[in-house]
């Protein structure tokens, strides 16, 4: 993975080199960073530069031996320590390193579930990183390098791991000389406290509109106009543009308005919504999850247009017309129990939730707290 190939955040990338180029690279450190700004393939991408003889002021060479190995995440000094669930005795990150490969070439920005679900397609075991991982991290990094300047670990999510990421303290403190530990985690509420005063944080941050909009446009074959307007609502993040402009964003505006109305109206009309939900679930689990998305924008931009400033709302004529509207249904007390109810049914669809019956629930739900205000 080189520099080259990660989208944006040219100014981390700036910062990275320079700690190489200063000799100042601390051993210990978090890529902080939302799902789908880039911090784990930034994270390889750096481990890369660091051990490449022949990098520039730009990138590493992406040719010689160590950065071809490095580019397959077969390189002997190159660990990973990722979430992971017992399946047939097997439970050590190592054991699955090559669906981890797999997964990571397949997708170097792949979400926190897509990865559980690879090795459970039902989604309903819990991910983990357990105390014998932990262990094996210690015994890894205290070898020395085979034939890297550096040996490398990268924790990805380290929000899994509990008091057991207590038995690392010691080595966060102290690493072997030539060892470098990136922990890359996206929610630093989670990881607990020990761990994150042990570290030197990097905030990754979101992605730039445009930065999304290009690659849409080179990775999709999007149309400018559709690649722009799914960046608009990607919230910087390329796990949520690709989910969006894989199920074509074209009509969700209007499906939004028409669900928004017969959620409203859902006494009077419960039979026009049962039959707009079947027509809506036969456009399958992926398609729904991206609508929802696209819902949660519209809500969290009423939120803005009531409570905030207008001047941050994202949305094109027609949208801004209707959220003018729409607010007037919305209060503080019920838009944040329909964002999050919203949230609890993209949870569900993703765990294989039968999709009639969660979106009918869902709006039924909100049927309910529109009806509150009006009745209010
Ligand atoms: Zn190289």
Redesign the pocket.
Known sequence: MQFKNIVGQQHIKNKLIQTVKNGRISHTQLFLGAEGVGALPLAVAYA?YI?????TDED?????????KFTKLVHPDLHFTFPTIAIEKKKLSNEFIAEWREAFMANPNLSELDWILNLDSEGKKQGNITAEECRDIIRKLGLKPYEAKYKTVIIWLPEYMRTEGNILLKLLEEPPEQTLIILVAQDADKVIATILSRTQTMRIPRLQEEEITQYLIEKYEAAPEVASAVARISEGSLVQAGSLIQAGHANYFEMFTTWMRLCYNSRKEIESLTSWVEGSAGKGREFLKSYLIYCQHMLRSCLVYKFGDPKLLRLNEQETAFIQRFSASLTETNISPIVQEINKSTMHLERNADLKITFLNLSLYIGRLLDKQKTA
Do not use: I, L, R
């Not at 051990?51 to 990098?55: E, G």
């Not at 590493?60 to 071809?68: H, K, M, W």
């Open positions: 890369q051990n490449c003889p022949n990098a590493s060479c992406g040719t010689c031996p160590s950065c071809v």
